[in-house]
């Protein structure tokens, strides 16, 4: 098995055998951030460039300490500093990037779309999308799944419950499509106005979160994306915290060894109580953790030559128009 594409634009479509050696390859590297030098020389030469376009604190530095583990050079450009705020475009600043000779471009961008944009525009590198809008969030499912497989040894006949903000959610499309992909059972739990229906074909889907917590084998709380409420979503935050905090009491529903993740960053007390995610049903850290070894083989697979080949993209088959809903995830 290689893996044969040359961006890794979402999880939609990418075959079981594909996502599965991902994270197989991702857990060959975990080790590596174990060692006291946390170094191997496997990308020496190779650049990565980070163009982050929205906040982020995991994302953008476990990528760069996966390119430095790997000993790649890494170079991080943020929205506010670039050029985009001088008026030059997305497509301007990658092309101009591009012409620099790196081997990955990561992007991050609040409009969903925009990594499949660069990747059908901008030659000569792959392109990692490291969160588009409300749609994928592709190295965030991978170390979600990587860090169940690794509590689990198995993924596929699991209970996944998701629950929070949906609608707005990349970390539960991206979640969602590879967990299905890979036979685990998944529920999705939120308010009305945030449980798209469509997705009904996928997955169960309900309001009521002890129903939701009941017999699961891994909560995921969605972060509540506070930026995306101003469209009357929710009545208020005490609301939403009255009917969708996961606390204690809800995990008392869930099998004996129910485990919880989060993608962060936390609102405490409005989607997770502190005593949760502090708890010993919390794998947050480990995920954290985890979001290293899949970003050092994500940049692995796609820089080093392991691909045979630069002929796909994982993009799906439906394209995302750049106007789509905005978020941060
Ligand atoms: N999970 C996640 O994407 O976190 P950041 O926004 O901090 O990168």
Redesign the pocket.
């Given at each position: 098995m290689a893996f044969r594409r040359q961006h890794l634009l979402g999880l939609e479509g990418l075959s079981k055998e594909e996502i599965l050696f991902l994270l197989d390859t991702a857990a060959s590297f975990q080790e590596i951030s174990t060692r006291d030098i946390k170094k191997v020389p496997t990308l020496r030469g190779k650049t990565v460039v980070g163009m982050f376009f929205?906040?982020?604190?995991?994302?953008?530095?476990?990528f760069e300490i996966a390119a430095k583990r790997m000993s790649a050079d890494f170079v991080s450009l943020s929205g506010s500093v670039s050029s985009t705020a001088k008026g030059e475009t997305l497509l301007d600043t990658a092309r101009n990037l591009a012409a620099m000779r790196p081997d990955v471009l990561v992007i991050?961008h609040p409009a969903s779309g925009a990594a499949h944009f660069l990747a059908e525009r901008v030659a000569g590198c792959s392109v990692v999308n490291?969160?588009d809008g409300c749609h994928e969030?592709p190295t965030?499912a991978l170390l979600d799944l990587l860090t169940i497989r690794e509590r689990k040894q198995r993924l596929e006949g699991l209970v996944v419950t998701i629950v929070g903000d949906i609608l707005h959610s990349r970390?539960a499309r991206s979640n969602l499509y590879a967990l299905r992909t890979l036979g685990a059972q998944v529920r999705l739990c939120g308010p009305p106005t945030l449980l798209p229906r469509e997705f009904s074909a996928w997955a169960d889907l309900t309001s009521d979160l002890a129903a939701a917590v009941s017999g699961a084998d891994v909560v995921l709380v969605l972060?509540l994306q506070r930026e995306r409420q101003s469209g009357n979503f929710l009545p208020s935050l005490d609301e939403y915290a009255r009917y969708f905090c996961l606390t204690e009491d809800h995990l008392a529903r869930a099998r004996a060894d129910v485990i919880v993740l989060h993608?962060?960053?936390l609102n405490r007390g409005v989607e997770i109580a502190s005593s949760v995610a502090d708890g010993p049903y919390s794998v947050i850290l480990d995920?954290v953790a985890n979001?290293v070894a899949v970003r050092m083989a994500v940049l692995y697979l796609l820089a080093s030559g392991a691909r045979e080949e630069k002929s796909e993209t994982a993009a799906p088959a439906r394209p995302v128009a750049l106007s789509q809903r905005r978020s941060?995830?």
């Open positions: 929205e906040p982020s604190t995991r994302t953008r530095v476990s991050r490291a969160g969030h965030q970390v972060r993608p962060g960053p995920q979001g941060a995830g």
